[in-house]
């Protein structure tokens, strides 16, 4: 699976948009941009994937490039309960462990 | 409706005890994984199982780390004569094989003292 590159940590405003850049320059056809978090002490959440076309959920949007070599993970309104470490993982679908790296911790404050 | 469960949500034994952690799956979800987590660490993958077929444990990290999952829903991990660098967390996710968007329980906390 492709490796993914992702900036340490980032802070933002309570109620301003939080956006969470991934780079995944050597990411092949067949795998899938997934995004989870962390809070801490908990079990990772899964927020959102996609493969090339840009997704929205009820959680985030995800804009990918069309070259597809980084994405972006947008939280459009960011709460306190947002804070977390964000993972950016690109595996290919089907029967494969999760590989996450350092994330981005998001710090959101008031 | 409901997610995947573990239990215990933490454990403390004794070092070269037995222990076993149990995962409750996302119903219908045919594929289960078992991770662990030490303290500030990312994800370390240990088995996975995939309906009736042999399950993959290249991540298991010795003999004394074994897995089961009955019916195809319910899993144990198993650790015998526990250490000290066992202590973790164990995490178990679920998915539905041709989506395999992979959905985590809450963890057990492991702590071989």
């Known amino acids: 699976d492709a490796k993914t590159t992702q900036p340490t940590s980032m802070d933002c405003a309570e109620g301003r948009a939080a956006n969470l850049p991934c780079n995944h320059s050597t990411i092949s056809g067949n795998e899938y941009v997934y995004w989870y978090r962390q809070i801490h002490s908990q079990g990772p959440q899964y927020i959102i994937h996609?493969?090339?076309n840009n997704e929205t959920n009820e959680m985030a949007s995800l804009i990918i490039t069309e070259d597809r070599k980084s994405s972006t993970l947008i939280l459009p309104h960011a709460t306190l309960r947002d804070t977390a470490v964000y993972y950016c993982i690109v595996k290919r679908n089907a029967g494969n462990m999760l590989t996450f790296g350092g994330g981005t911790r998001l710090m959101v404050k008031p | 409706g409901a997610g995947v469960s573990q239990s215990p949500s933490n454990k403390v034994t004794e070092k070269g005890k037995d222990v076993e952690l149990r995962c409750d799956p996302i119903?219908?979800?045919?594929?289960l994984y078992w991770y662990r987590q030490s303290l500030g660490q990312g994800l370390e993958f240990l088995i996975y199982f995939q309906g009736n077929s042999a399950p993959d444990k290249s991540g298991l990290p010795s003999d004394r780390f074994s897995a089961e999952r009955t019916g195809g829903s319910v899993s144990t991990l198993t650790i015998q004569r526990t250490q000290q660098e066992d202590s973790a967390v164990y995490l178990c996710?679920?998915?539905?094989?041709?989506?395999?968007?992979?959905?985590f329980g809450p963890g057990t906390r492991l702590t071989v003292l």
């Open positions: 996710a679920s998915s539905n094989y041709h989506t395999d968007t992979q959905y």
């Open positions: 996609g493969l090339k």
């Open positions: 119903s219908g979800h045919t594929a």
